[in-house]
């Protein structure tokens, strides 16, 4: 006979309690994954090369005060490993950023972006379906590269595929950045519906997301671009 546990007490008929189920039954809680500190520009370079020799894009992105010096040193290293035509670098937009010979994402205030962006033609920006006029501003930006965020809240995903919409319809170079499998699934749905051309558009997820997800794009003929973070900049 298997080895016979405590019933429940007289007092409480049908009931157990935790101490009367065995450990290996008890549901365990769930490790909390530790977070991934950016790696200095070096480590992320060489990250980004072996996601490129992979067969993927990268995106390397800085945040917080970024000097000329942390991006020039940066695109000098990108340009070194031989990657810089698969690269961008995201930084936020500020007046005099320095030429570098690595293509551009601008983030921050719709304001700072576009001022910047008026003078860098093929800069990328980024923008958030969740903010106010988000999907007046993907009409207005059709022309250009965008990068198309997640964003976040209670709509967040169909504010995103109102903007995709738009977007997808345009001429520009876009973006899309998400791991949620639905807007990956209706990213390529509107593609194939606009007839956009594999280096028209491509995905973009963070370093450290499901690289199975990852693969299965990129074998199935789209454009995948990680995004790398780099410490070195102020936060």
């Keep these: 006979m298997g080895r016979r546990y405590p019933a429940a ?15 290996v039954l008890r549901p365990r809680r769930r490790a909390r994954r530790p977070r991934r500190r950016a790696p200095v520009a070096e480590d992320a370079v060489r990250t980004a090369g072996d ?39 995201t930084l936020p ?32 920006l980024l923008v958030d379906p969740t903010a106010p006029g988000a999907e007046g501003r993907c009409r207005a930006l059709t022309g250009r590269r965008v990068r198309l965020t997640a964003g976040r ?9 109102r903007c995709l919409a ?10 899309v950045a998400t791991t949620d499998p639905r807007l990956i699934a209706i990213t390529g749905e ?6 956009r051309t594999s280096d028209s558009w491509e ?14 794009l990129v074998a199935a003929g789209h454009t995948v671009r990680v995004q790398v973070p780099v410490r070195g900049s102020r936060a």
Aim: charged fraction near 20%.
């Design 93 to 124: 937009a500020r007046d005099r950023l320095p030429v570098v010979g690595v293509a551009l994402a601008l983030t921050g205030p719709v304001p700072d972006v576009d001022r910047v962006a008026a003078r860098l033609p093929a800069a990328r």
């Design 153 to 161: 809240g209670a709509g967040a995903g169909l504010a995103f595929v």
């Design 51 to 89: 996601l490129v020799a992979d067969g993927r894009r990268v995106d390397l992105a800085l945040a917080g005060t970024v000097s000329d010096a942390v991006l020039v040193d940066l695109a000098d290293r990108v340009t070194g490993a031989g990657i810089a035509a698969v690269s961008e670098v």
């Design 166 to 175: 738009v977007l997808m319809a345009g001429e520009g170079d876009l973006a």
């Design 9 to 23: 007490g007289a007092d409480t008929p049908g009931r157990t309690t935790v101490s009367d189920v065995p450990a």
């Design 190 to 195: 509107r593609a194939a519906w606009n007839g």
């Design 203 to 216: 995905y973009v997820m963070p370093w450290g997301a499901p690289t199975e997800e990852q693969h299965r």
